[in-house]
């Protein structure tokens, strides 16, 4: 029998990355038949003296039964739950080398993915965001609009003054060297840009769904096989509903390695996802209550909350949370550290190629090499 998978969300803001009132999003899954959701809301309500309505996390989080009937269902299905989460600043930051910095490395985008340059660049990008850093918040302002009007001319000027020579950035630091980088390669940017626009889904080109729910029907692939899928009413997943149609009744199992992970690439869906109103699906309601605990948890961080500690026990030993979570480490920017501190070099060295019209990727790996003989020779010192 084909495992039965039930999705919904929380912290939907759409293309609106930076908006302060939801500023995390998070995707849950479950894996469970229709009649065992039935049977597990049905009991949790009686416990919990619950009304007969739909489950919503939004409303069980504001009263004791609800946080209490939360716990039982979190309980309940945790070791069947699969969960992604980000954070929006964070995933703006990696949006931005996505489409900022990839099509210029694109023809060897290994070799830095492989040193996590892309984790390097996006979290010193959200770390000087976090601290009210003027040229970064300008930065995501600015990228945040271009991606929603999808017009590369929002990125000219991004950090230059009317009198900056040939129309480079004058911020300092590295963000300056990033929005420099950014103003040399806009024409490529352009170009990625004028991809996306011709796409169906090109309004929906920083929303976090389709990211997050191919991460969810990747890992249930991988793990049953055939998959039947049903996700709570979403338009921008409806926009990507004939990508999504292209792994109906797909058996071949291709996969994709780097930075020491997995994934499937080629889930393989019995019918088409189904976009229900989880008013009448109880295992979207299982759903809506994952999603709904991990949001809180991420909103209370560093908050006395028992209830949001608990959760969090139960996801990490259960191992809920996903790989693919889009959310800071501070390890990844910390210089005393080999990989962070060859980053600070490979950023610098690209930039100074950029600005002498030189190859990017001619030897770059023997640089590497270099950059880390560097910071062993510096720690020895």
Not at 36 to 53: G, P, S, T, W, Y
Not at 168 to 175: C, I, P, Q, S, Y
Not at 186 to 214: G, P, Q, V, Y
């Amino acid at each position: 029998m084909n495992a039965q998978i039930y999705c919904d969300e929380s912290g939907f803001t759409g293309s609106k990355l930076l908006d302060r009132a939801q500023p995390y999003f998070t995707y849950a899954s479950v894996s469970m038949n229709a009649a065992d959701a039935d049977e597990l809301i049905d009991r949790v309500r009686k416990n919990n003296k619950l009304q007969k309505v739909e489950f919503k996390s939004s409303n069980l989080l504001k009263h004791e039964r609800g946080r209490r009937a939360m716990t039982e269902v979190i309980e309940s299905v945790a070791k069947e739950a699969r969960i992604v989460a980000h954070d929006k600043k964070f995933a703006l930051a990696s949006f931005i080398f996505e489409n900022g910095f990839e099509p210029a490395l694109a023809a060897n985008n290994a070799l830095f993915y492989s040193i996590n340059f892309h984790r390097f660049i996006s979290g010193i990008l959200h770390a000087l965001f976090e601290s009210k850093d003027e040229p970064a918040e300008a930065l995501f302002e600015r990228f945040e609009a271009t991606m929603r009007s999808l017009d590369a001319e929002e990125l000219i000027g991004l950090f230059s003054a009317p009198d900056a020579p040939d129309d480079l950035v004058v911020a300092e630091g590295v963000v300056g060297d990033i929005g420099t980088f950014l103003t040399c390669h806009r024409a490529r940017m352009a170009e990625e840009l004028d991809t996306i626009r011709k796409l169906a889904s090109a309004r929906w080109a920083l929303d976090l769904s389709m990211t997050s729910l191919f991460a969810l029907l990747s890992h249930w692939s991988d793990r049953h096989g055939s998959i039947e899928v049903t996700c709570d009413k979403s338009k921008p997943l409806r926009a990507y509903q004939d990508l999504l149609d292209v792994f109906v009744g797909r058996t071949d199992r291709a996969y994709s390695r780097w930075s020491g992970r997995s994934t499937l690439m080629t889930p393989n869906l019995t019918r088409s996802i189904q976009f229900e109103n989880s008013k009448n699906v109880h295992g979207l309601q299982v759903a809506d209550v994952l999603a709904g605990a991990a949001a809180h948890i991420f909103r209370v961080r560093g908050q006395t909350d028992a209830d949001a500690t608990h959760w969090l026990n139960i996801f990490e030993s259960c191992e809920s949370f996903g790989d693919e979570c889009i959310v800071p480490t501070p390890d990844a920017i910390d210089l005393d550290q080999e990989e962070p501190f060859v980053n600070a070099l490979v950023l610098k060295e690209l930039l100074d190629r950029t600005l002498r019209g030189e190859s990017l990727l001619a030897q770059m790996e023997d640089f590497i090499a270099v950059a880390r003989s560097s910071f062993h020779e510096t720690t020895r010192e």
